[in-house]
């Protein structure tokens, strides 16, 4: 079976900083995109930062460009999600996910952790 496992959330005020972790297993995480979601309340799942298999390449949403760094060990089996400059309205249960895919939408995510909360306040 697979699990992916996310750790780090928590409360921080503005302009704070954060640092995720997801370790997963039961999984190759080297054959796969790595990815982050968020979903605040009353609002849909929305893309955050991918990582593709070597590292090598990332991608951000553009609310998080900048701000936000994904980075992986395979070795360890985890990939991470550097949070700064944190604003409110990155409050949000944060979602580690895999697939075999660039694509942002959900929908094509092949496994999902649980979430962990960050909430940010003023």
């Known amino acids: 079976q697979v699990q992916l496992v996310e750790s780090g959330g928590g409360l921080v005020q503005a302009g704070g900083s954060l640092r995720l972790s997801c370790t997963s297993s039961g999984l190759t995480l080297s054959s796969h995109t790595m990815k982050w979601f968020r979903q605040a309340p009353g609002k849909e799942r929305e893309f955050v930062a991918a990582i593709n298999w070597s590292g090598g390449r990332t991608y951000y949403a553009d609310s998080v460009n900048g701000r936000f760094t994904i980075s992986r060990d395979n070795a360890k089996n985890t990939v991470y999600l550097q949070m700064n400059s944190l604003k409110p309205e990155d409050t949000a249960v944060y979602y580690c996910?895999?697939?075999?895919?660039?694509?942002?939408?959900?929908?094509?995510?092949?496994?999902w952790g649980k979430g962990t909360l960050v909430t940010v306040s003023s």
């Open positions: 996910a895999a697939d075999y895919t660039i694509r942002t939408d959900p929908k094509f995510v092949d496994y």
